[in-house]
């Protein structure tokens, strides 16, 4: 059974910068997608990025392209999320979540298509 822990979430201000990760355990996490899904209070989870299996494929929402960057360490079992210039509005708990999938290809816009998730980390953009 996979496990996914996120950690890296905080208070931070408009402009400033975080990196969130997610720490993957109970499987070797270079046999799936990872992807980063945010849920705000009175908001739909939505998509922020994901990435395939190797790393060779990324994918991100419109509202964070330029912002952040996903990657990942397989020797590590851990995807990162760095998150630059950030806005009020980028506050959320944020979630990673994995599916097993061998495909070159990854989308953020069916999180139902993810099997396992994360317990979530804050964050929180203010002044």
């Known amino acids: 059974q996979l496990q996914l822990v996120e950690s890296g979430g905080g208070l931070v201000q408009p402009g400033g910068s975080l990196r969130l990760s997610c720490a993957a355990s109970g499987f070797a996490s270079n046999y799936y997608v990872i992807g980063w899904f945010r849920q705000a209070p009175g908001k739909e989870r939505e998509g922020v990025s994901c990435?395939?299996?190797?790393?060779?494929?990324?994918n991100y929402a419109d509202s964070v392209k330029g912002r952040f960057t996903i990657s990942r360490d397989n020797a590590k079992n851990t995807v990162y999320l760095q998150m630059n210039s950030l806005k009020p509005e980028d506050t959320a708990v944020y979630y990673c979540a994995a599916v097993a999938s061998v495909q070159n290809m990854c989308v953020i816009n069916r999180p139902i298509e993810y099997d396992y998730w994360g317990q979530g980390t804050q964050v929180t953009v203010s002044s």
């Open positions: 990435i395939t299996r190797r790393g060779g494929t990324t």
